[in-house]
């Protein structure tokens, strides 16, 4: 049935595993009280919301998201005469029926195509003092990753603006996972602000139900320096941001799950910010206290379950949590990496750095790590892979369904799209999404016995 | 007016049937407005679209697209792919797709898989110097990786505007390939209404899969429709029928017989008017004309009809007196359940004609209901299908009458006016916002789930089930905001906007 021979690779995307750049709507929408405006086709807001926020984890549109996004909605008439008016008309009439702080307004295929010039009519109304911004997000022009950097941009320099005032000692800007693309954002930015404040800093987290909005997006420029919290998604926000308002930045590139990975990349923090190391140990100690606690009561089941647990694991997600979840997995669980493949097209630039973090993922541990968006080929490589004498538990998407029965293994779904899983605030970083982690593993796992 | 089978693009539902997106009224006077009721209309309109009053206002909410309904359907042939030459951004539906594709194909007992979809993935050098190669390119793959017994391409917006020969790529791979290579024209921005990408699809598998020298099956009727639980196949085996269900989960075979049936039905004109009337065009296989199967008129009408077209007529009355009589015991408890409860229906066009008639059967009150668009006629032009005249004809206006194509900003109004105690929908966007205004939604995924004798108790039962997740949205509602300021919520007329921009713009709002 399946020819086992890997092909060559093509421009063919089956199964896809990120969306394209208008996409960062979401990245609008995450913010609370912001609301995108698309000007492109009937379809396109609908195909990602509906993708992205809806068959993946069920996550919901939200205050601004879904079916609220006003569209163009873009006819043959815009193509031909361009659709400059017919923007201008929505925009008006979006400020006189919605109640947002912020609008964003998001290109799409035909605008970018056809020229139109949406800078001068959004200016027309920045001029008036109307809260709006806008990108060029044209879906041949990049995908959802490089579509969220451009929107944070345009925010940063169309609506925060310029700032030399003084900075806020102990005060962070967080970068770090892609909003509704990571299933598991709402709860897990959650956790990342819990845990810094834990050490003292005052956190922007900005997107999510989290973050104070607006608000908080102006206070950026105080803060007193930027962390991004991921392997790559973020730094090119912390790089102009460095240039702009003159903020260092702590680049972390494990997202941290799991008592020694969340203490080290605490301390990690404690240090660069030049926070009180006391009180922070002191945070940290009493989150170890809890974590462990729980740990010891799962090590009966790990040390002496019956029936059998799957001893070599596979991942294929975006870097972020691929990155992540194979640190959690080889250095707290002891197990054996078999494959990872990273899904979401990370620049070429970055690539041997992430790279790096595999080859050196423990310190007796040495695997690496492939970069591959067609799903075709990435169930090749699966079904090529040797995992041992049995079956290994695969941390993927809803692609990998069929796979995972195939190969008689367990599947968890960790990453878009995950459209088997509802998914509200549960979180798998931290000290607390690494135990809900365990559970979803280990539930999978067992609930499959009998 | 003949469907035009020449050319590889579809005529828009515009320009065939003149489609509408935005009207509010009573359901009688859009019915009197619509081609039917006027007879011939030829004198006025021509021989195309009939020409209907549309409301256009200045907001718009995101709504669908054709291609998106070409995923849906062309995307979910069993044994064929469906290449989307576009950007990523289109590739986008494979989920949602792939997720109904898969539950679709539990619910009918079929072996789970996922579907079979590839996109072309074109960038920016590609809008520059074409995206041909990359066609080609991804046929091959296509070819290579699931040998299918037809490749479907979908158009995107943006292989629209910078004119990828797709045409002739699909003509020279099939040379190549030996099989149909079918391009489905389906760019957004082509129509106003989505259901064009239905037409589409059809329009392809007319010309390039339906064998041409059918050998009849004299028992065997098709049956267009989506993903729905198999209740035809119990149903026309009353009749000694057998059911070839199209084009959702079918194989390539099943289209390939498409014209040697006795007859085609479906349970929504909107979908199967296009491919209806093009078969009996084509090959003289019947439509059957007749209202739809809903409630006890529309069900009794039709299966009379396909009963008269297949010679079968006895074998349909003895089915029809047992089914009534089967029924009639929860019927009459549920209509006792339900007395006093208001619904409202927000759903596609032709297929919203049918559950208000069947939530009338049940006693509940509709007042309000809303289609996404709506067509003044369907190809056939018969009379016979005039499925909103029926409605007015054997269960009565309804008197607040709206068509709104998935504009979220009037449905607050639409519902406000007539204050249902819930709603029926299909399509998205539409139920969150009921939800958070305390009404509960029935999301009728299984579009069979309301059809014919047995579906007027289902639809009760499930009206049941939702009315008591009330409690629910009531809790919701009492803590949430919506994104619309007072004053848009405040308006009694949801389609003032609208007017206002005929009238012209009296006054510039203030923007901060």
């Given at each position: 049935?399946?020819?086992?021979?890997?092909?060559?690779?093509?421009?063919?995307?089956?199964?896809?595993?990120?969306?394209?750049?208008?996409?960062?709507?979401?990245?609008?929408?995450?913010?609370?009280?912001?609301?995108?405006?698309?000007?492109?086709?009937?379809?396109?807001?609908?195909?990602?919301?509906?993708?992205?926020?809806?068959?993946?984890?069920?996550?919901?549109?939200?205050?601004?998201?879904?079916?609220?996004?006003?569209?163009?909605?873009?006819?043959?008439?815009?193509?031909?005469?361009?659709?400059?008016?017919?923007?201008?008309?929505?925009?008006?009439?979006?400020?006189?029926?919605?109640?947002?702080?912020?609008?964003?307004?998001?290109?799409?295929?035909?605008?970018?195509?056809?020229?139109?010039?949406?800078?001068?009519?959004?200016?027309?109304?920045?001029?008036?003092?109307?809260?709006?911004?806008?990108?060029?997000?044209?879906?041949?022009?990049?995908?959802?990753?490089?579509?969220?950097?451009?929107?944070?941009?345009?925010?940063?320099?169309?609506?925060?603006?310029?700032?030399?005032?003084?900075?806020?000692?102990?005060?962070?800007?967080?970068?770090?996972?892609?909003?509704?693309?990571?299933?598991?954002?709402?709860?897990?930015?959650?956790?990342?602000?819990?845990?810094?404040?834990?050490?003292?800093?005052?956190?922007?987290?900005?997107?999510?139900?989290?973050?104070?909005?607006?608000?908080?997006?102006?206070?950026?420029?105080?803060?007193?320096?930027?962390?991004?919290?991921?392997?790559?998604?973020?730094?090119?926000?912390?790089?102009?941001?460095?240039?702009?308002?003159?903020?260092?930045?702590?680049?972390?590139?494990?997202?941290?799950?799991?008592?020694?990975?969340?203490?080290?990349?605490?301390?990690?923090?404690?240090?660069?910010?030049?926070?009180?190391?006391?009180?922070?140990?002191?945070?940290?100690?009493?989150?170890?206290?809890?974590?462990?606690?729980?740990?010891?009561?799962?090590?009966?089941?790990?040390?002496?379950?019956?029936?059998?647990?799957?001893?070599?694991?596979?991942?294929?997600?975006?870097?972020?949590?691929?990155?992540?979840?194979?640190?959690?997995?080889?250095?707290?669980?002891?197990?054996?990496?078999?494959?990872?493949?990273?899904?979401?097209?990370?620049?070429?630039?970055?690539?041997?750095?992430?790279?790096?973090?595999?080859?050196?993922?423990?310190?007796?541990?040495?695997?690496?790590?492939?970069?591959?968006?067609?799903?075709?080929?990435?169930?090749?490589?699966?079904?090529?892979?040797?995992?041992?004498?049995?079956?290994?538990?695969?941390?993927?998407?809803?692609?990998?369904?069929?796979?995972?029965?195939e190969l008689k293994g367990a599947i968890v779904e960790v990453g878009f799209p995950a459209s088997y899983e509802v998914v509200l605030s549960r979180s798998y970083i931290g000290y607390r999404g690494a135990l809900t982690l365990l559970e979803k593993i280990y539930t999978t796992t067992?609930?499959?016995?009998? | 007016?003949?469907?035009?089978?020449?050319?590889?693009?579809?005529?828009?539902?515009?320009?065939?049937?003149?489609?509408?997106?935005?009207?509010?009224?009573?359901?009688?006077?859009?019915?009197?407005?619509?081609?039917?009721?006027?007879?011939?209309?030829?004198?006025?309109?021509?021989?195309?679209?009939?020409?209907?009053?549309?409301?256009?206002?200045?907001?718009?909410?995101?709504?669908?697209?054709?291609?998106?309904?070409?995923?849906?359907?062309?995307?979910?042939?069993?044994?064929?792919?469906?290449?989307?030459?576009?950007?990523?951004?289109?590739?986008?539906?494979?989920?949602?797709?792939?997720?109904?594709?898969?539950?679709?194909?539990?619910?009918?007992?079929?072996?789970?898989?996922?579907?079979?979809?590839?996109?072309?993935?074109?960038?920016?050098?590609?809008?520059?110097?074409?995206?041909?190669?990359?066609?080609?390119?991804?046929?091959?793959?296509?070819?290579?990786?699931?040998?299918?017994?037809?490749?479907?391409?979908?158009?995107?917006?943006?292989?629209?505007?910078?004119?990828?020969?797709?045409?002739?790529?699909?003509?020279?791979?099939?040379?190549?390939?030996?099989?149909?290579?079918?391009?489905?024209?389906?760019?957004?921005?082509?129509?106003?209404?989505?259901?064009?990408?239905?037409?589409?699809?059809?329009?392809?598998?007319?010309?390039?899969?339906?064998?041409?020298?059918?050998?009849?099956?004299?028992?065997?009727?098709?049956?267009?429709?989506?993903?729905?639980?198999?209740?035809?196949?119990?149903?026309?085996?009353?009749?000694?029928?057998?059911?070839?269900?199209?084009?959702?989960?079918?194989?390539?075979?099943?289209?390939?017989?498409?014209?040697?049936?006795?007859?085609?039905?479906?349970?929504?004109?909107?979908?199967?008017?296009?491919?209806?009337?093009?078969?009996?065009?084509?090959?003289?296989?019947?439509?059957?004309?007749?209202?739809?199967?809903?409630?006890?008129?529309?069900?009794?009408?039709?299966?009379?009809?396909?009963?008269?077209?297949?010679?079968?007529?006895?074998?349909?009355?003895?089915?029809?007196?047992?089914?009534?009589?089967?029924?009639?015991?929860?019927?009459?408890?549920?209509?006792?359940?339900?007395?006093?409860?208001?619904?409202?229906?927000?759903?596609?066009?032709?297929?919203?004609?049918?559950?208000?008639?069947?939530?009338?059967?049940?006693?509940?009150?509709?007042?309000?209901?809303?289609?996404?668009?709506?067509?003044?006629?369907?190809?056939?032009?018969?009379?016979?299908?005039?499925?909103?005249?029926?409605?007015?004809?054997?269960?009565?206006?309804?008197?607040?009458?709206?068509?709104?194509?998935?504009?979220?900003?009037?449905?607050?109004?639409?519902?406000?006016?007539?204050?249902?105690?819930?709603?029926?929908?299909?399509?998205?966007?539409?139920?969150?916002?009921a939800s958070r205004m305390g009404i509960p939604a029935a999301p009728l995924g299984d579009e069979h789930h309301s059809l014919g004798y047995q579906g007027i108790i289902n639809l009760g039962e499930s009206i049941l089930d939702i009315l008591a997740h009330k409690k629910f949205h009531?809790?919701?509602?009492?803590?949430?905001?919506?994104?619309?300021?007072?004053?848009?919520?405040?308006?009694?007329?949801?389609?003032?906007?609208?007017?206002?921009?005929?009238?012209?713009?009296?006054?510039?709002?203030?923007?901060?």
């Amino acid at each position: 049935m399946f020819n086992l021979e890997v092909s060559h690779k093509t421009n063919s995307i089956q199964q896809i595993r990120y969306v394209c750049a208008i996409a960062a709507m979401h990245s609008a929408s995450a913010i609370p009280g912001v609301i995108p405006i698309v000007h492109c086709g009937p379809g396109c807001a609908d195909k990602q919301f509906m993708n992205l926020a809806f068959y993946n984890g069920f996550q919901g549109g939200g205050y601004g998201g879904g079916a609220v996004v006003p569209s163009t909605n873009s006819r043959e008439l815009d193509v031909v005469f361009g659709g400059e008016n017919r923007l201008r008309e929505l925009i008006k009439a979006s400020i006189k029926i919605l109640d947002a702080d912020l609008f964003v307004v998001l290109t799409g295929c035909i605008s970018d195509l056809v020229g139109d010039d949406v800078g001068s009519i959004v200016r027309e109304f920045q001029d008036q003092g109307v809260s709006i911004v806008y990108a060029e997000t044209g879906g041949f022009k990049g995908n959802n990753f490089t579509g969220h950097e451009l929107v944070v941009r345009a925010i940063i320099d169309q609506y925060v603006g310029d700032y030399d005032g003084p900075k806020k000692q102990g005060s962070v800007n967080v970068w770090s996972l892609l909003p509704y693309h990571n299933t598991f954002w709402r709860g897990d930015l959650t956790e990342i602000k819990r845990i810094l404040e834990g050490i003292g800093l005052t956190v922007n987290i900005l997107f999510g139900q989290e973050s104070k909005g607006v608000a908080e997006w102006r206070d950026i420029p105080k803060a007193q320096f930027n962390l991004v919290l991921s392997p790559w998604l973020g730094l090119q926000t912390a790089k102009h941001l460095e240039d702009k308002y003159g903020q260092p930045f702590l680049h972390v590139p494990v997202i941290p799950i799991g008592g020694k990975e969340t203490s080290a990349f605490l301390r990690k923090v404690t240090h660069f910010a030049e926070l009180d190391i006391a009180k922070a140990e002191v945070f940290i100690k009493e989150e170890e206290k809890q974590y462990y606690h729980y740990l010891e009561g799962f090590s009966d089941f790990y040390a002496e379950y019956w029936w059998g647990l799957p001893a070599k694991f596979a991942v294929i997600g975006d870097s972020g949590y691929n990155l992540a979840l194979t640190k959690f997995l080889v250095n707290q669980l002891g197990i054996i990496p078999g494959k990872q493949i990273i899904t979401e097209n990370p620049p070429e630039e970055y690539r041997a750095a992430i790279r790096k973090q595999y080859q050196t993922i423990a310190e007796d541990v040495f695997t690496d790590v492939e970069f591959e968006e067609d799903s075709y080929a990435i169930h090749q490589k699966i079904r090529q892979t040797n995992f041992g004498h049995k079956p290994p538990i695969v941390f993927g998407t809803t692609w990998e369904r069929d796979l995972a029965k195939e190969l008689k293994g367990a599947i968890v779904e960790v990453g878009f799209p995950a459209s088997y899983e509802v998914v509200l605030s549960r979180s798998y970083i931290g000290y607390r999404g690494a135990l809900t982690l365990l559970e979803k593993i280990y539930t999978t796992t067992v609930g499959a016995s009998a | 007016m003949k469907i035009n089978l020449k050319t590889p693009v579809v005529e828009s539902r515009e320009q065939r049937l003149g489609t509408i997106i935005a009207w509010d009224g009573k359901a009688a006077d859009l019915s009197k407005e619509s081609a039917y009721a006027r007879g011939n209309c030829e004198n006025t309109c021509g021989d195309k679209a009939r020409r209907l009053c549309e409301m256009e206002g200045p907001f718009t909410q995101g709504s669908v697209c054709s291609e998106q309904m070409v995923e849906c359907q062309a995307g979910h042939v069993r044994n064929a792919v469906l290449i989307q030459h576009s950007p990523i951004g289109c590739g986008a539906g494979q989920v949602i797709y792939n997720s109904i594709y898969r539950n679709g194909l539990a619910l009918r007992n079929l072996p789970v898989e996922n579907q079979h979809v590839i996109c072309t993935n074109l960038l920016e050098e590609d809008m520059v110097y074409g995206g041909a190669a990359k066609l080609e390119q991804s046929i091959r793959d296509a070819w290579e990786r699931n040998h299918p017994k037809v490749i479907f391409i979908a158009t995107s917006c943006a292989t629209g505007i910078i004119g990828d020969d797709v045409d002739g790529i699909a003509s020279q791979m099939e040379v190549e390939l030996k099989i149909p290579v079918i391009p489905l024209h389906c760019e957004g921005f082509k129509s106003k209404h989505w259901s064009t990408g239905f037409d589409a699809t059809q329009h392809g598998i007319v010309r390039q899969i339906v064998r041409k020298q059918p050998k009849k099956q004299e028992d065997l009727v098709n049956v267009i429709n989506l993903w729905g639980s198999d209740i035809f196949t119990p149903m026309l085996a009353e009749l000694d029928l057998r059911v070839n269900y199209v084009i959702d989960l079918a194989t390539v075979e099943d289209l390939e017989q498409l014209s040697e049936a006795a007859a085609t039905v479906g349970f929504c004109y909107t979908l199967s008017s296009y491919m209806a009337a093009a078969l009996e065009q084509e090959f003289g296989v019947p439509e059957i004309k007749a209202p739809q199967p809903y409630g006890f008129a529309g069900t009794d009408a039709w299966l009379r009809e396909l009963a008269r077209v297949t010679n079968r007529v006895e074998k349909a009355e003895a089915y029809i007196a047992r089914e009534h009589a089967r029924i009639a015991p929860r019927l009459a408890e549920l209509r006792e359940l339900l007395k006093g409860k208001k619904g409202y229906v927000a759903t596609g066009s032709a297929y919203a004609h049918g559950l208000i008639a069947v939530l009338r059967e049940l006693g509940v009150e509709v007042d309000g209901s809303l289609v996404f668009h709506h067509d003044p006629v369907y190809d056939s032009q018969d009379p016979r299908q005039d499925s909103l005249v029926h409605l007015v004809d054997n269960y009565g206006d309804v008197p607040f009458f709206s068509v709104s194509n998935r504009q979220q900003h009037q449905f607050y109004g639409l519902l406000k006016r007539v204050n249902p105690d819930f709603i029926l929908i299909r399509h998205n966007g539409l139920a969150p916002l009921a939800s958070r205004m305390g009404i509960p939604a029935a999301p009728l995924g299984d579009e069979h789930h309301s059809l014919g004798y047995q579906g007027i108790i289902n639809l009760g039962e499930s009206i049941l089930d939702i009315l008591a997740h009330k409690k629910f949205h009531q809790d919701l509602a009492a803590h949430t905001k919506l994104p619309y300021k007072q004053w848009w919520l405040d308006q009694k007329d949801p389609f003032v906007l609208a007017k206002e921009s005929k009238l012209g713009n009296k006054e510039e709002p203030s923007y901060v």
